[in-house]
């Protein structure tokens, strides 16, 4: 088996469907298999599957076990030389697939790599992006991560810190050395803690523009959503914890306090002086502060 691609589907019906369209189209030569793992879709989702694409290989979770568990239960049952994360939002171009698994064939020490990804527009989307460390952290609540060239994500090959895990190739023989996802987490920085632990162990990380993968959820333009962005402090917080212990992660949690609280009083000012959409961004950043008590990492996923 060349290949195993594993997505993980909650309530994205239509977007699966295309994505599997484009994954069956593109496969090619390859001698691959299709894992959907349906974290308790409520969306019909199951039903699709069974009437267009009766050949994926499908585990129907009663609920939303998360990112992290889900592809777990793929990745423990994949039989691929090579593996693919891949999100349901994405679509498949051309020959990425085989061009990959060749790439990966041809570059032993690669434990995980990163193809081309794009936005919707066509544009290339900064997929390989740099460890969230507490420097990083410190300079976004400064305003000053925009310089940082490696905060907007690498577009040109080489060695990475963290792949996307919307479209992540990793290496069978790698992860079965490392380890699965760390189920810890739920919905953010699975990705990020699994790129660590194969750099950590010998393998690399690497982005390499092999083909293409379009990313509908990676754009400019998301919708706020403030319980995403309590997870997403969560997450980032947890992944602090393990790698750098409780003050590590104690230093991480304040200084997204700090930012978020930044946020929601400066929007709130902007407000006062009915500055457009600044209303908005202000209740944004209330909730997550409303919430962030609860983005302290317990000990086991929520």
């Excluded at 039903?47 to 568990?69: C, E, H, K, T, W």
């Excluded at 069978?172 to 996802?181: P, S, Y």
């Excluded at 962005?229 to 200084?255: I, N, P, Q, S, W």
Aim: hydrophobic share 45%.
């Amino acid at each position: 088996m060349d290949l195993s691609i594993v997505i993980v589907n909650w309530n994205t019906r239509d977007l699966l469907r295309d994505c599997l369209t484009s994954v069956y189209a593109g496969l090619g030569r390859l001698h691959a298999e299709v894992w959907v793992v349906d974290n308790g879709s409520a969306d019909g989702s199951q039903a699709m599957l069974g009437a267009q694409y009766p050949s994926v290989r499908l585990i129907a979770n009663p609920d939303n076990r998360g990112f992290a568990a889900a592809n777990n239960q793929a990745l423990a049952q994949a039989a691929g030389r090579h593996i693919l994360l891949l999100n349901t939002d994405t679509i498949v171009h051309g020959r990425v697939l085989p061009d990959a698994v060749d790439w990966l064939d041809a570059h032993n020490g690669v434990g995980i790599l990163g193809p081309r990804i794009l936005n919707r527009d066509g544009t290339v989307q900064g997929s390989a992006q740099a460890f969230p460390s507490l420097r990083r952290l410190a300079r976004q609540t400064l305003g000053l991560h925009k310089a940082d060239a490696a905060n907007r994500g690498v577009t040109e090959s080489g060695a990475a810190e963290v792949i996307s895990g919307c479209a992540m190739f990793v290496r069978g023989t790698a992860m079965a050395r490392v380890g699965l996802l760390d189920e810890a987490f739920f919905f953010y920085g699975e990705e990020t803690d699994w790129c660590r632990r194969f750099a950590c162990a010998g393998w690399g990380v690497v982005y390499a523009p092999v083909g293409e993968i379009t990313h509908f959820g990676g754009g400019s333009v998301r919708r706020l959503n403030h319980r995403r962005d309590v997870m997403l402090t969560e997450g980032t917080v947890r992944l602090h914890r393990k790698h750098f212990g409780f003050v590590g992660g104690l230093a991480c949690y304040l200084l997204l306090a700090v930012f978020n609280a930044s946020r929601a009083f400066g929007w709130a000012g902007m407000a006062l002086l009915r500055r457009p959409g600044s209303a908005e961004r202000a209740r944004h950043f209330g909730g997550v502060m409303a919430d962030f008590a609860s983005a302290w990492p317990r000990a086991a996923a929520r």
